[in-house]
C-alpha cells in the first residue's frame, strides 16, 4: 500500500511538472513601443515579438509569459554596405522552419535607377536562434513587381508542399477611380485617391523568388452602397489623407476556412482598423465579413484607444487565439504601442476580437 501510495504522488508530481499552468493577468498596452508586432513562441518555449521601431533594421524581445519582454537588441541590421536595403525597415515577421528563423520584412531598395519616393520591396534574413543575427539570405529582394510592396506574411501549406506569400502594393502613384474618389473631388476634398491592395503568390521552397502571377486578393470597395466603404474609407471622409489601404494581411486555416485578417485607413490616424474576409483557397476569391471592422478605436464609446491596426494572430498550445496588434493612447500619444487581446472564431464562422481592452485581461499559460 506504502509504494502504491508513493506511485501516486510520484505520478501526480511527474504530471504537475510536464504541463505547467499559470494565470497570466495584464492590462494593455504592454510596456513595448513597437509597430506592426509579430510575435512566436520558439522551440525553446520562449516567446519573441519583432516589430517596425524606427531602426536600421529589426529589434526583439523575449518573454517567458508574454507581459514581462527583455530587449534582446537589434537582431538584424539593415543599410550595410553589401545589402539591399536603404531605409524604412519594417513589419517583421519570423517563421521557425527545419530549425532555422526566417525573417521577412520590407524596406526601401538601392536600386533605384528612377529616383522614386517609394521603393519598397521584400527580403527575407536567416538566423540559427530567433535572437539572431540573422542574415540576408541573398543580395537583392525577394522579388521585384515593377511597384513598391511591404507588409509580407506567410501561409505554410504542408499537405501539398506549397509556401504562399501575402503583400500589399503601396498606395504610392497608384490612383484609383472609384465612387470615393468621385466623391472627394465633388467635395473638394482631394483631386485624386491612391490605394493599396493585397496580392497573393505563391513562392519557392527556398524563398527565393515567386513560382506564380500575383493574384489580386483584396482591395478598397468601389462603390459607395458597398457595406465596407464607410469604414474603409475614413481617412478620406475625414479628410486625413488622400489614401485608402488594405495592407497588413494575416491569414489563418480555422475548420477548412481561410480568414485573412486586414487592416484599412491611415496607420497615422485615429480610424485605423482591422477587418477580415474569408475564402476556400489560400488564393481566393476572398470575401469580405459582414461583422467588419473588428477591431476599431474605442473613444466614441468611453474608452482611449485608437488606431488599432497591423495585427497578428497567436495560437497557443491549448488552442486559445490572441490578437497581437499596435494602437495608441492620449497617454502613449503618437508612439505606437502593444495589445494583446483574445480572439475567436464563434460557432457561425464570424471572427471576433474582444478588444481592444485597457482594463485587466488573464489567461492561463501551459507550458509542456
Known amino acids: 500500500m506504502k509504494n502504491i501510495f508513493l506511485s501516486v504522488v ?19 498596452p504592454l510596456h513595448v513601443a513597437f509597430g506592426d508586432p509579430f510575435i512566436i513562441q520558439a522551440s525553446d518555449g ?37 545589402s539591399w536595403t536603404v531605409d524604412c525597415f ?25 529616383g522614386e519616393l517609394e521603393n519598397f520591396r521584400i527580403g527575407v534574413a536567416v538566423a540559427d536562434q530567433p535572437a539572431g543575427p540573422f542574415v540576408e539570405m541573398y543580395d537583392r529582394p525577394l522579388f521585384d513587381p515593377g511597384y513598391p510592396v511591404i507588409d509580407a506574411n506567410l501561409y505554410f501549406d504542408d499537405d501539398h508542399g506549397k509556401v504562399y506569400l501575402y503583400y500589399s502594393r503601396c498606395c504610392y502613384k497608384h490612383p484609383v477611380e472609384s465612387e ?6 465633388e467635395k473638394g476634398w482631394f483631386d485624386k485617391v491612391e490605394e493599396s491592395w493585397i496580392y497573393g503568390v505563391e513562392i519557392k521552397p527556398d524563398f527565393s523568388n515567386i513560382a506564380g502571377d500575383p493574384v489580386l486578393l483584396l482591395r478598397p470597395p468601389a462603390k459607395l452602397d458597398d457595406r465596407q466603404a464607410e469604414w474603409e474609407s475614413r481617412s478620406i471622409t475625414a479628410r486625413e489623407v488622400n489614401r485608402r489601404w488594405t495592407e497588413g494581411s494575416y491569414i489563418i486555416k480555422k ?7 486586414y487592416s484599412a485607413n491611415f496607420f497615422g490616424g485615429q480610424h485605423y482598423a482591422v477587418g477580415y474576409a474569408t475564402s476556400d483557397h489560400p488564393l481566393g476569391p476572398f470575401k469580405k465579413a459582414d461583422n467588419n471592422p473588428v477591431l476599431q478605436k474605442n473613444t466614441d464609446k468611453g474608452g482611449d484607444v485608437t488606431g488599432t491596426g497591423h495585427n497578428m494572430v497567436l495560437t497557443l498550445s491549448d488552442g486559445e487565439m490572441y490578437c497581437v496588434y499596435h494602437g495608441r493612447t492620449t497617454k502613449t500619444g503618437d508612439e505606437r504601442v502593444v495589445f494583446i487581446d483574445k480572439m475567436e472564431i464563434a460557432a457561425n464562422g464570424e471572427l471576433i476580437v474582444h478588444g481592444p481592452t485597457t482594463d485587466e485581461q488573464s489567461f492561463l499559460l501551459r507550458k509542456e
Not at 517596425?52 to 550595410?80: C, H, N, P, Q
Not at 470615393?180 to 473631388?185: H, N, P, T, V
Not at 475548420?255 to 485578417?261: A, D, K, V
Request: hydrophobic residues 35%; aromatic residues 20%; proline residues 2%.
Open 46 to 82: 520562449k516567446f519573441y515579438m519583432y516589430g517596425t521601431s524606427g531602426e536600421a533594421g529589426f529589434r526583439a524581445y523575449s518573454s517567458e509569459d508574454m507581459i514581462d519582454w527583455k530587449d534582446e537588441g537589434l537582431v538584424y541590421r539593415g543599410a550595410t554596405s553589401g
Open 180 to 185: 470615393i474618389s468621385d466623391l472627394a473631388r
Open 10 to 28: 510520484c505520478l501526480l508530481f511527474l504530471l504537475s511538472c510536464g504541463n505547467r499552468e499559470s494565470k497570466i493577468v495584464y492590462s494593455n
Open 90 to 114: 519594417w513589419a517583421p515577421e519570423v517563421y521557425e522552419r527545419s530549425g532555422k528563423y526566417y525573417l521577412f520584412f520590407s524596406s526601401n531598395w538601392k536600386d533605384n535607377p528612377a
Open 255 to 261: 475548420n477548412g476556412t481561410f480568414y485573412m485578417m
